[in-house]
């Protein structure tokens, strides 16, 4: 049992190691069909939330509207996550350790305690 837990760390460790802990590191897009939004991740360390249909950016996610802003290696994998007060959530974005590239999304809304939790697929 020792050598699995043993195994995981390193895995988690590795996969960290991968990204850098560096969000400019991190390029690429993943789909929300419940919402037809595409979630942006690019290299200039911005995170765009745009309407998947028509490309009309919804929000874009920078150092001017971004608190709390973590990666962070968990046994589950890689996460990112921040707070925006202009869209009063919390945002979290998981890479569970798979081989896809698909992301779980966890949406926190201020005004309510009901969280919002999609798996968003990989686009390009």
């Known amino acids: ?23 400019k590191d991190i390029q690429g897009t993943w789909h929300d069909s419940n919402w ?14 745009t309407k998947a249909s028509s490309g009309e950016t919804v929000f874009t996610f920078d150092d001017s509207n971004v608190q709390k802003f973590k990666i962070l290696p968990t046994t589950s994998g890689l996460s990112i996550s921040f707070d925006c007060e202009e869209t009063e959530r919390s945002y979290k974005f998981t890479k569970p350790i798979t081989l896809n590239a698909d992301l779980d999304m966890h949406i ?3 005004w309510t305690s009901e969280g919002y939790d999609v798996k968003i697929k990989f686009q390009k």
């Open 108 to 110: 926190d809304p201020k």
């Open 36 to 49: 037809d939004a595409n979630w942006t991740f690019n290299a200039d360390g911005k995170i765009v939330l």
């Open 1 to 23: 049992m020792k050598k699995i837990f043993a195994i995981a760390a390193v895995l988690v460790m590795g996969i960290a190691g991968m990204f850098a802990l560096d969000l």
